[in-house]
């Protein structure tokens, strides 16, 4: 049975966050250099950037609060200000019926530049920022639901972090698609798994 709604991520699900991240993060990762605490793990750090909120990874890597405070101020007056390439695939989506929404986890200022940059802002009829201090994906999730009377069952959640999107989708009942672009995952950790949204289209029709 056809579905009728996708949710979609945007950080390594659209586009490759690799591709703008050694520019966009500059003064924060100069800041955690230059605090002299981290040195051994500021490669591990840098690389995960690219693919999780600054928060945790923060929390991962026990950075201090003050560390952490100047560069939560950095990041929410960032913004990017150069052209963002999408993901090659990524005009498959227009091919797919059915109502598209966007949503991701950061600061407000840096996601929606990064949305202006890969001008991709009309292809959405809803686009969500979450700031994870106050609201959380599931909480956006459950309110797409209620607000277009979609059953879970009606819905495919889309992204590339299996304990983000795709938990939290998990958590509701919607079924979840495991963007893995570059084979990190098992087919286990969502109801499928591609690295093509050309495959996006039978799922949606069919699943």
């Given at each position: ?48 950037m ?56 950061g600061?407000?200022k840096?996601q929606?530049?990064k ?12 686009i ?27 819905v ?23 963007y ?22 039978d ?5």
């Amino acid at each position: 049975m056809s579905k009728k709604a996708i949710i979609y991520d945007l950080d390594n699900t659209v586009y490759p966050a690799s591709s703008i991240g050694n520019k966009l993060f500059a003064p924060v990762f100069d800041l955690i250099t230059e605090s002299g605490q981290h040195n051994d793990t500021i490669d591990l750090i840098k690389q995960e950037m690219m693919r999780t909120p600054f928060r945790l990874v923060a929390q991962r890597h026990k950075l201090n609060d003050e560390l952490i405070a100047k560069a939560v101020a950095i990041q929410e007056e960032t913004e990017y200000d150069e052209a963002i390439n999408t993901f090659e695939d990524y005009p498959e989506i227009k091919s797919i019926p059915g109502e598209r929404f966007l949503v991701t986890t950061g600061f407000e200022k840096m996601q929606w530049s990064k949305i202006r940059q890969m001008g991709i802002e009309n292809d959405f009829k809803e686009i969500h920022v979450v700031n994870p201090v106050l609201t959380s994906k599931k909480e956006v999730f459950a309110g797409i639901l209620e607000r277009y009377n979609y059953k879970p069952e009606d819905v495919l959640v889309i992204g590339d972090d299996p304990e983000s999107e795709i938990k939290a989708a998990h958590e509701l009942g919607i079924d979840t698609v495991l963007y893995d672009k570059y084979g990190k995952f098992t087919t286990k950790e969502a109801t499928y798994h591609i690295n093509h949204f050309k495959d996006l289209r039978d799922i949606f029709l069919n699943g």
